[in-house]
């Protein structure tokens, strides 16, 4: 997502007006129902901000002045479905399926609410408040503390969020000590929205975070993961990274990424491998495809990948001879640097292993375009790679950074040629499923054998001649089997 053009907040107000007018129909019949009970009822948070941005959303925040009981029997009267989960905190859930082919429509409602924190904790001790401008004081950002009442469309706007929105910045509420104070996740949310949305954060806000970003020990690793996740995933992640390692958030969260900031001498005998990584993940991002491609934007992986593909170069790295730097070895230990860290920030089990094996994998190109790969090299490429291919392919493109124009075109052209060698022994042999010539029951078969540790050896040794040779056929198989086995009964 590019950065919000810039408009002047009236410009922004008719933007909103035309948004909401077509999302409206629904939320102004459910503030009718709340209205009609005496209540109030306002459209709160993200679904006002991404209005002035030009955008409807498909999931609806309210805030109302009604309890939770209440809101639940309301809102049980105007959907076809509602749930309670939140109701803890205030918050009821309903659907009301769509009309005459229209989306169905998904609500939440909060009770105003002025929560209070433990400094040792970032859960809210829960009070219900009585105003909106109370309610919306509790918010994160300025340009997310903005409503809109309903029915009647009255906009609210107690700190001024409007013109931050129109100036692309984020600030808080109230004091950001105090907000960071109470709920330090909210620093995690500056760098997510930085990401997502293209905006600035307020100097007054940043100097907090600096000051403040060991408070995010107390964030679950789970909260942390979710929005780093949800940073990463945003159409252009950078400035959301720099806001995490310009802050010192980076160093409670992933502090291997600061780390790659390695000092640049007045040699200039290596590159800074932080501000490569960001060039690697623009370009990555760059290389991901449409819905029915063969990688989705966004993908996570990839995209944690490229961050994060020479996190072993500072373990590594050593200053030789005549004033080279060498990391050899840096891909196996970043690949294990890798995963003890996203499991220590508790992303799903598939995630960690394949994050970890592009890492591993994405320099096993380079020996490529220094001579010629056999076949077996080039199958032994693509079956370690497995289901990661597609994602391996782009990693390693997005990998090259050089400024040197005529290094970089021999390179794309290298891996160019590997990838059509991939084509066509792929066409030629089903590379996705290779297998020996010969499968275990025929092995016992021939060699008259009962099921074991031999089978599996045997079928190894097929594989690998597979791997070497391409399709032997199954005379050939049969007689390289007997000869195998021969030779270990001698």
């Known amino acids: 997502m590019s950065t919000p053009e810039p408009l002047p907040p009236a410009a922004l107000l008719r933007r909103a007006l035309g948004v909401l007018t077509e999302m409206a129909p629904a939320a102004i019949e459910l503030g009718e129902v709340f209205t009609a009970a005496g209540h109030e009822l306002a459209l709160v948070g993200g679904p006002v901000r991404d209005a002035f941005l030009g955008r409807a959303s498909a999931d609806l925040d309210f805030a109302t002045s009604?309890?939770?009981?209440?809101?639940?029997?309301?809102?049980?009267?105007?959907?076809?479905?509602?749930w309670d989960i939140g109701k803890e905190f205030g918050t009821i859930g309903a659907r009301r399926f769509g009309r005459d082919g229209a989306d169905d429509v998904v609500v939440e409602v909060t009770t105003y609410r002025t929560d209070e924190y433990d400094p040792s904790s970032r859960k809210p001790l829960v009070a219900f408040g009585d105003t909106l401008d109370g309610d919306l004081s509790r918010r994160d950002f300025t340009v997310n503390a903005m409503a809109v009442r309903l029915p009647d469309l009255t906009f609210v706007d107690p700190f001024d969020g409007l013109t931050d929105l129109a100036a692309g910045v984020l600030r808080t509420p109230i004091a950001p000590e105090r907000s960071f104070d109470d709920d330090p996740l909210r620093m995690l949310r500056a760098a997510r929205f930085a990401a997502q949305l293209g905006f600035a954060v307020e100097p007054g806000t940043r100097a907090a975070i600096e000051q403040m970003a060991s408070r995010l020990d107390i964030v679950s690793a789970e909260r942390g993961q979710a929005e780093l996740t949800k940073l990463l995933c945003a159409a252009s992640p950078r400035e959301g990274l720099r806001v995490l390692v310009d802050t010192g958030m980076a160093d409670e969260v992933l502090p291997e990424l600061p780390a790659l900031r390695l000092e640049i001498d007045e040699h200039h005998r290596h590159k800074d491998v932080y501000e490569h990584s960001l060039i690697v993940l623009d370009q990555a991002?760059?290389?991901?495809?449409?819905?029915?491609?063969?990688?989705?934007?966004?993908?996570?992986?990839?995209?944690?990948?490229?961050?994060?593909?020479?996190?072993?170069?500072?373990?590594?790295?050593?200053?030789?001879?005549?004033?080279?730097?060498?990391?050899h070895h840096h891909e196996v230990v970043g690949a294990k640097l890798v995963a003890k860290r996203l499991r220590a920030l508790k992303f799903e089990?598939?995630?960690?292993?394949?994050?970890?094996?592009?890492?591993?994998?994405?320099?096993?190109?380079?020996?490529?375009?220094?001579?010629?790969?056999?076949?077996s090299a080039v199958r032994r490429y693509v079956t370690d790679a497995g289901p990661l291919l597609e994602r391996l392919h782009r990693l390693t493109r997005a990998d090259c950074t050089t400024r040197n124009k005529r290094k970089a075109k021999r390179l794309a052209d290298a891996y160019t040629d590997l990838e059509q060698r991939i084509a066509q022994l792929r066409e030629q042999e089903e590379l996705d499923a290779?297998?020996?010539?010969?499968?275990?029951?025929?092995?016992?078969?021939?060699?008259?054998?009962?099921?074991?540790?031999?089978?599996?050896?045997?079928?190894?040794?097929?594989?690998?001649?597979?791997?070497?040779?391409?399709?032997?056929?199954?005379?050939?198989?049969?007689?390289?089997?007997?000869?195998?086995?021969?030779?270990?009964?001698?």
């Open 66 to 82: 009604a309890s939770p009981d209440e809101t639940q029997r309301l809102l049980a009267r105007w959907g076809d479905a509602h």
């Open 285 to 327: 991002i760059a290389q991901e495809t449409g819905p029915g491609g063969a990688v989705p934007a966004p993908d996570l992986v990839l995209r944690l990948a490229a961050l994060l593909h020479d996190i072993g170069k500072p373990a590594t790295r050593r200053f030789e001879a005549g004033g080279g730097v060498s990391f």
């Open 349 to 375: 089990k598939q995630v960690v292993k394949d994050v970890a094996r592009l890492v591993e994998l994405h320099l096993r190109f380079h020996g490529y375009g220094d001579g010629a790969w056999t076949d």
């Open 434 to 490: 290779i297998r020996p010539d010969l499968d275990g029951t025929q092995i016992m078969a021939i060699l008259g054998i009962a099921p074991g540790r031999e089978v599996g050896q045997a079928y190894q040794h097929l594989l690998a001649l597979r791997m070497e040779h391409g399709p032997l056929g199954e005379e050939r198989a049969t007689a390289e089997l007997r000869a195998w086995w021969g030779a270990r009964q001698a």
